[in-house]
């Protein structure tokens, strides 16, 4: 239900790019469409553009302003063959908006199919297993209680040890390690975050419970945006059935969501708050405290760097 004044409990979301934003704007429209009661809020960084962020403003209750790396920083990153640890820093942000009790993240590359409320039972940390590794839990549906400490320790932990695969998940499975072996009422039934071509390796459970999939999640390179599609039909080969289902079902929505509201020539040229000079984005527009990214990162920069200078005098 839009704009809970006083809710304590959120669907939260992060988009860094106009991709991703069209498919948190399908999300947003979803949630609401199989009537959720809770508040939806999607995490933007600076790097997106004023038309992506006015469709996620009709489809999400709040927009809210997350900080991102700065370039100085990438280049820094991308030379350490880590770029991506600026995206997963962006999504740790969710555990700063302590203006809410409890949080279910989801990533912008899922689609519900009914109401997920439920979800908000379970406590810190509850997920789903990963269909790739199911000892870990898949991160782009997980249930966190937003807390500035557990911030700090794990941002303290990327510093340290980084993360095994490079992204999210490997830090948060590293930092949440009881998860697979202790309480077993923090895991979430895999009917909740359930990718589609994961059925190619199990194809008979899948048409045993798919009347029970509550939500689907388009992970890994291939997203629902790269298929063409026309006339209510997705094109592409091999997909099974359901797969085809489920993209035709996405595409539908992201259709009538850009209809309604993308409006590409009415928007102004979107200035990022960077441009004044500043390091951080200029007056956040959310509760998000500005945090140390940038010293969290030239910490690692320089860890790695000690690291490679001690091997290298090895020789
Ligand atoms: N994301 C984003 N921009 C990017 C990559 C990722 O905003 O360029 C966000 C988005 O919410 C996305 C999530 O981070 O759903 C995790 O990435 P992705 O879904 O691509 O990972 P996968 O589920 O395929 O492992
Ligand atoms: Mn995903």
């Known amino acids: 239900m839009p704009g809970l004044p006083n809710a304590t409990e959120a669907f939260v979301t992060l988009v860094t790019n106009p991709e991703y934003g069209l498919g948190a704007a399908v999300l947003g429209y979803k949630l609401r469409a199989v009537g959720t009661t809770r508040a939806?809020?999607?995490?933007?960084?600076?790097?997106?553009p004023e038309t992506t962020r006015a469709m996620l403003a009709k489809t999400w209750d709040k927009v809210l302003d997350v900080t991102q790396l700065d370039s100085k920083d990438?280049?820094?990153?991308?030379?350490?063959?880590?770029p991506e640890l600026g995206i997963t820093f962006s999504k740790l942000?969710?555990?700063?908006?302590?203006?809410?009790?409890?949080v279910v993240f989801v990533d912008a590359d899922t689609m519900p199919l009914s109401n997920i409320d439920?979800?908000?039972q379970y406590e810190e940390l509850s997920a789903c297993r990963d269909a790739g590794w199911p000892d870990c839990f898949n991160t782009g549906l997980f249930v966190l209680a937003p807390s500035p400490d557990t911030y700090k320790a794990i941002m303290k932990r990327a510093c340290e040890e980084g993360s095994f695969d490079g992204g999210d998940q490997g830090l948060l499975n590293a930092h949440f390690s009881t998860w697979s072996h202790g309480d077993i009422s923090k895991h979430i039934p895999f009917s909740?975050?359930?990718?589609?071509?994961?059925?190619?390796?199990y194809l008979p459970a899948y048409k045993h419970f798919a009347d029970q999939v509550k939500m689907v999640h388009f992970l890994g390179a291939v997203k629902p945006w790269h298929y063409q599609y026309a006339n209510g039909k997705v094109q592409g080969q091999n997909?099974?059935?359901h797969t085809r289902k489920f993209l035709e079902e996405w595409h539908k929505v992201a259709e009538m969501v850009k209809q309604s509201y993308y409006q590409p020539t009415s928007a102004a040229p979107y200035v990022p708050p960077m441009s004044t000079g500043s390091t951080k984005p200029a007056a956040p527009s959310s509760h998000v405290v500005p945090d140390d990214v940038s010293s969290v990162l030239s910490h690692i920069?320089?860890?790695?760097?000690?690291?490679?200078?001690?091997?290298s005098s090895m020789y």
């Open 118 to 120: 439920d979800l908000f």
């Open 74 to 82: 990438s280049d820094r990153l991308a030379m350490l063959k880590r």
């Open 40 to 48: 939806t809020v999607v995490m933007v960084t600076e790097t997106v």
């Open 192 to 201: 909740y975050n359930v990718n589609p071509n994961a059925s190619y390796t």
């Open 93 to 102: 942000n969710v555990w700063k908006l302590n203006q809410y009790k409890k």
């Open 301 to 311: 920069t320089a860890q790695i760097k000690n690291k490679e200078k001690a091997k």
């Open 239 to 241: 997909l099974t059935e």
